[in-house]
């Protein structure tokens, strides 16, 4: 028999609901208390795992299509999945910068040589391609070796996470995986574009300068970049852009250099045109003006302007047309592509507020232009 002390302290009639509800109370607080860092963790690594599946399939997927698009435009005597799978793994050291004097040419020297075995290996692969189907390879390989780099990476420190059981290293990951979904999102969309040889958004400042030049003689001024004299608003204007309609962005910062010193400096202004991301909010396909080189990647261009701007006095004006990340590797949208009257609109604007009748100025189409003839 319970002594009557005890039994006042147990639950009776109604209490015994609200009685087991305080034990589970009391037992999860002290589970969580002592093991939530841990849950919080499965939780987590869960979630990623998850993305490495997606981004796994999207590395696959791209690797199929460069083997099957390689095999059909190059008609290879061998199995062309090795050498693939090489060039996937391909990188670029970037030279030392302890001492920056002569750095610029140090990476333009590197990156002409990453050029150079790029397409190389490309004709390897593909022998029977023309020199248009050998650069719309080249960026589709890239776009595929973009997704292995960025799944390797994921995969590198979701192993190193849950190796080392480190909170932190999960949750950083965990929160820039959206960012880094939707850049291998937009890679994984550039494959069909490259494959098909179709305009991308980057191609926009291209598609610019190819409107300009239409129905004029071309003269290749800088590797792989053509350049025609077009007379707008009674200026004489220099119209350069990559050579389409392959996948390229050639030199153009070396054609500007060119012209620039070619005409002794007397260019009254130049004109940069080139996709620009948008900020969220913003509609793709917004026309943007300001004041700078335009061009962008790893700066090697955009010296070689700045540097000969700066000793001709010669102003440098920029019009951007706004896109997403996934719009810049994809195929043209319907927004972009309406844009490019616009900014010829504004382009002749600045020329007549900026120049006088009989000046000589620059207009330079910057951007991937593939699909996009001159």
Same mark, same amino acid.
């Given at each position: 028999?319970?002594?009557?002390?005890?039994?006042?302290?147990?639950?009776?009639?109604?209490?015994?609901?609200?009685?087991?509800?305080?034990?589970?109370?009391?037992?999860?607080?002290?589970?969580?208390?002592?093991?939530?860092?841990?849950?919080?963790?499965?939780?987590?690594?869960?979630?990623?795992?998850?993305?490495?599946?997606?981004?796994?399939?999207?590395?696959?997927?791209?690797?199929?299509?460069?083997?099957?698009?390689?095999?059909?435009?190059?008609?290879?005597?061998?199995?062309?999945?090795?050498?693939?799978?090489?060039?996937?793994?391909?990188?670029?050291?970037?030279?030392?910068?302890?001492?920056?004097?002569?750095?610029?040419?140090?990476?333009?020297?590197?990156?002409?040589?990453?050029?150079?075995?790029?397409?190389?290996?490309?004709?390897?692969?593909?022998?029977?391609?023309?020199?248009?189907?050998?650069?719309?390879?080249?960026?589709?390989?890239?776009?595929?070796?973009?997704?292995?780099?960025?799944?390797?990476?994921?995969?590198?420190?979701?192993?190193?996470?849950?190796?080392?059981?480190?909170?932190?290293?999960?949750?950083?990951?965990?929160?820039?995986?959206?960012?880094?979904?939707?850049?291998?999102?937009?890679?994984?969309?550039?494959?069909?574009?490259?494959?098909?040889?179709?305009?991308?958004?980057?191609?926009?400042?291209?598609?610019?300068?190819?409107?300009?030049?239409?129905?004029?003689?071309?003269?290749?001024?800088?590797?792989?970049?053509?350049?025609?004299?077009?007379?707008?608003?009674?200026?004489?204007?220099?119209?350069?852009?990559?050579?389409?309609?392959?996948?390229?962005?050639?030199?153009?910062?070396?054609?500007?250099?060119?012209?620039?010193?070619?005409?002794?400096?007397?260019?009254?202004?130049?004109?940069?045109?080139?996709?620009? #991301?948008?900020?969220?909010? =913003?509609?793709?396909?917004? +026309?943007?003006? !300001? &004041? %700078?080189?335009? $061009? @962008?990647?790893?700066?090697?261009?955009?010296?070689?302007?700045?540097?000969?701007?700066?000793?001709?006095?010669?102003?440098?004006?920029?019009?951007?047309?706004?896109?997403?990340?996934?719009?810049?590797?994809?195929?043209?949208?319907?927004?972009?592509?309406?844009?490019?009257?616009?900014?010829?609109?504004?382009?002749?604007?600045?020329? #007549?507020?900026?120049?006088? =009748?009989?000046?000589?100025? +620059?207009?330079? !189409? &910057? %951007?991937?232009? $593939? @699909?996009?003839?001159?």
């Amino acid at each position: 028999m319970i002594p009557p002390q005890i039994s006042q302290l147990l639950p009776t009639g109604d209490n015994v609901l609200g009685w087991v509800f305080q034990i589970v109370f009391f037992v999860f607080f002290i589970v969580f208390m002592f093991y939530g860092q841990r849950i919080q963790i499965y939780i987590i690594i869960r979630e990623i795992q998850g993305s490495m599946m997606r981004l796994k399939f999207m590395r696959d997927e791209g690797r199929k299509m460069a083997i099957k698009t390689v095999k059909e435009l190059g008609k290879p005597s061998t199995e062309p999945a090795q050498r693939v799978d090489q060039f996937l793994e391909y990188f670029a050291i970037s030279p030392v910068n302890l001492d920056p004097a002569g750095i610029i040419g140090r990476l333009e020297h590197v990156l002409d040589v990453r050029d150079v075995r790029f397409k190389d290996d490309v004709r390897l692969m593909a022998p029977q391609a023309n020199d248009t189907q050998v650069n719309n390879l080249e960026n589709m390989l890239e776009a595929a070796l973009a997704l292995n780099i960025i799944y390797k990476i994921i995969r590198h420190y979701y192993i190193l996470g849950k190796k080392t059981f480190s909170l932190y290293v999960i949750m950083q990951l965990q929160m820039v995986l959206p960012l880094i979904m939707r850049e291998a999102e937009a890679y994984a969309s550039a494959l069909k574009a490259f494959k098909d040889g179709q305009p991308i958004g980057d191609g926009a400042g291209a598609l610019v300068a190819a409107k300009l030049m239409r129905g004029h003689e071309k003269t290749q001024i800088a590797k792989d970049v053509v350049m025609v004299k077009v007379p707008i608003e009674g200026r004489t204007a220099y119209v350069l852009k990559a050579e389409g309609p392959g996948a390229n962005v050639g030199k153009p910062g070396e054609a500007m250099k060119r012209i620039i010193e070619e005409n002794d400096g007397k260019i009254a202004l130049t004109i940069v045109v080139d996709a620009g #991301l948008k900020l969220e909010g =913003e509609k793709p396909g917004e +026309v943007a003006e !300001g &004041i %700078g080189v335009a $061009i @962008g990647g790893p700066g090697v261009e955009k010296y070689k302007v700045e540097e000969v701007a700066l000793k001709h006095k010669v102003p440098v004006n920029a019009i951007i047309i706004k896109e997403d990340i996934g719009d810049a590797v994809s195929p043209m949208r319907k927004e972009i592509s309406d844009a490019i009257d616009e900014a010829i609109q504004r382009i002749k604007r600045l020329i #007549l507020e900026r120049s006088k =009748e009989g000046d000589n100025v +620059v207009i330079a !189409g &910057i %951007g991937n232009t $593939i @699909g996009i003839g001159q």
